[in-house]
C-alpha cells in the first residue's frame, strides 16, 4: 500500500518528538532504521507510523516510503544460535523459550543446521535431489543421517515411542517414527505436519515436523541415546519477514564460512553467476541441471531468503523465464520476428512478435523506469491498467458498438496486450484495423484533454494524422 500524506517535515517532526519522548519498548526496531547524519539511528516503521498517524502497513513499507523522500535506511540482520546438546537447549534469542516452541517456532526462519562432535568435526546435511535447503526438517534430517544405523535397528515399538516433540512441559508428547507416511497418518492423524528421511536401504523414516523448533526433543533424544558427551547440534536463524509483502530483499545467509557464497546467498553458483553473468553446467539428461538453475534463480530473486521457485510472490515469479532451446528454435523464437496470424476473416497473414528475451528485457526495461517514477505516477498507471482491464472485461467483443466523431460505427473484435482489432462494418474500404494499447494507454494517463482528433497528431507527435487516430479518440470518450 501507499502511505499517504506524509512528506519530509512530517518525518522530521516524528525524529523531533521520537527525540523528546523516546520508543516505547514494543516499537524498538528489528529490520530497518532510519539513520540520520549525525549517525543517530531510529525504528523505521515507528518513524513513519508517527509521521502519518497511522499503522496499518508493514515496515517494508515504511522502508520505501523513506527512502522515497530520500531518508537512508539501514537493514539489521539479526541471527539467533540454537544449541542442543543431551542435557540442555539454549539460544542466543532472548524470546525463546523451551515453554512456547509452537508461536515462536512458527516466527523464525532457519537459515543453516549442522552437527558438531566432540572433537569439533562439523557434519552437514547431505542433500539428496530435489530436496530444499535450509528447511524446518534439515536439523532433524541431520539427525537421522548421522544415527540412521541405530534407529533403524531399534525396534518397531521403540521407534513408535520415540519421543518427537513437546511444545511445553504441560503439553502432550508427540512420540513415533514411522515407516511410511500412511502408518504416520494412521497413527497421527490425516495431515500434512511431518518429515520424510528416505534411508540408504531405500526405505523411510516419517515422524512429526512442523516449525523449526518442533523437533528439538527428536534432535536432543538423538544425542542422549545415540551420541557422544560434547556433542552437539547447532541452529542458526532469524525472525521471519513480513508476509504481507514477502520482505526477502535484505536475508542473508549464515554460512560464514563458505566465502565463495558471498553474504547472502545460499546457493554457492548464486555468487559466482552475480559476478561472471554466465555460468554453463553440463551433463547427461536427468542430472539435475534444470533444476539447480531454478534454484539458482530463486536464491538470487530472494536474495538467499529461498531456493525453491513455489516459494517465491507472484511478483518474484515474473522474474523468471526459462527458455530450452531446440533444433528448431530459431532467432524470432527468441528475440524478434515474424509469426503467423489467422485474420479474424478467416485468413492467414503475418505478424511482427516479440520472443521471451525481449519480452523479458522489456519488463526489466519498465521495471527501472518505473522504480525512477514518483508514487503519484505509479498508482495512475495501475489506476489506468485497472480501468482498461474492466473496460474491456465488460464489453461484448463483436458486438458493442462504438462510434467516432463523424458517427462512422465500429466494435472491438478481440484485445491482447499489444493490439485492439477492431470491425468497421460501414467502411467500404477499410473492414478492420489494428489500434495500438499502449497509445490508449498513454492517453489516458496523461492529463491532456482531447477536444478534436487532430489533438492526437500533436500529441503523438506525428507528422500527419493516421485513420488509427479517429478510432482512439472515439474510445477515448
Not at 119 to 126: L, M, V, Y
Request: hydrophobic share 30%; glycine share 6%.
Amino acid at each position: 500500500m501507499t502511505i499517504p500524506n506524509v512528506n519530509k517535515q512530517n518525518i522530521l517532526d516524528a525524529l523531533k518528538k521520537i527525540d523528546q519522548e523516546g520508543v516505547p519498548p514494543k516499537n524498538q526496531s528489528t529490520k530497518y532504521d532510519l539513520v540520520t547524519e549525525d549517525g543517530k539511528k531510529y525504528p523505521a516503521k515507528y518513524v513513519v507510523a508517527i509521521a502519518s498517524n497511522m499503522d496499518n502497513f508493514n515496515s517494508l513499507e515504511a522502508k520505501s516510503c523513506l527512502e522515497h523522500l530520500g531518508f537512508v535506511v539501514e537493514t539489521n540482520n539479526i541471527k539467533y544460535e540454537l544449541t542442543i546438546t543431551a542435557d540442555t537447549v539454549v539460544s542466543t534469542d532472548e524470546m525463546f523459550s523451551m515453554e512456547d516452541l509452537g508461536r515462536r517456532g512458527d516466527m523464525c526462519k532457519p537459515l543453516k543446521a549442522y552437527f558438531q562432535s566432540a572433537d569439533g568435526t562439523i557434519t552437514d546435511r547431505k542433500y539428496i535431489k530435489g530436496e530444499r535447503r535450509n528447511t524446518n526438517q534439515t536439523m532433524p534430517r541431520i539427525a537421522c543421517q548421522l544415527f540412521e544405523k541405530q534407529i533403524s535397528e531399534m525396534s518397531i515399538e521403540s521407534r513408535e515411542n520415540f519421543p518427537v516433540c513437546q511444545y511445553s512441559s504441560s503439553s502432550k508428547l508427540i512420540k513415533g517414527i514411522y515407516s511410511g507416511v500412511e502408518e504416520y497418518k494412521k497413527n497421527c492423524g490425516n495431515s500434512l505436519e511431518f518429515c520424510v528421511y528416505h534411508r540408504e536401504d531405500g526405505r523411510y523414516f516419517v515422524f512429526y515436523c512442523w516449525n523449526i523448533f518442533s523437533t528439538i526433543t527428536f534432535v536432543q533424544e538423538c544425542l542422549k541415546r545415540f551420541g557422544n558427551h560434547g556433542d552437539k547440534m547447532v541452529l542458526i536463524y532469524r525472525d521471519k519477514e513480513e508476509r504481507k509483502d514477502e520482505d526477502i530483499a535484505n536475508a542473508q545467509n549464515s554460512d560464514e564460512d563458505m566465502k565463495i557464497q558471498g553474504d547472502k546467498f545460499n546457493n554457492p553458483y548464486s555468487e559466482m553467476l552475480i559476478k561472471s553473468h554466465n555460468i554453463i553446467f553440463r551433463g547427461a539428461p536427468g542430472t539435475g541441471k534444470s533444476y539447480l538453475a531454478k534454484e539458482i534463480a530463486a536464491d538470487i530473486i530472494s536474495n538467499g531468503y529461498y531456493d525453491s521457485l513455489a516459494d517465491l510472490s507472484d511478483e518474484q515469479k515474473t522474474q523468471v523465464e526459462f527458455v530450452q532451446f531446440h533444433p528448431n528454435y530459431d532467432y524470432s523464437d527468441f528475440v524478434e520476428g515474424l509469426r503467423p496470424k489467422v485474420n479474424d476473416d478467416g485468413s492467414m497473414g503475418f505478424e511482427l512478435q516479440d520472443g521471451i528475451f525481449k519480452k523479458f528485457v522489456n519488463r526489466a526495461r519498465k521495471n527501472y523506469e518505473d522504480s525512477l517514477k514518483s508514487h503519484e505516477i505509479i498508482e495512475k498507471e495501475l489506476s489506468v491498467n485497472e480501468a482498461m482491464q474492466e473496460f474491456f472485461s465488460n464489453i461484448e467483443l463483436g458486438n458493442n458498438k462504438f462510434k467516432t466523431v463523424t458517427g462512422n460505427e465500429f466494435c472491438i473484435t478481440s484485445v491482447d496486450d499489444v493490439h485492439i482489432n477492431i470491425s468497421i462494418p460501414g467502411n467500404e474500404n477499410v473492414k478492420r484495423i489494428i489500434l495500438s494499447v499502449d497509445n490508449i494507454r498513454k492517453m489516458l494517463e496523461s492529463d491532456v484533454k482531447f477536444t478534436k482528433v487532430k489533438d492526437l497528431r500533436a500529441f503523438f507527435g506525428q507528422s500527419f494524422g493516421t485513420q488509427q487516430n479517429s478510432y482512439e479518440f472515439g474510445l477515448n470518450h
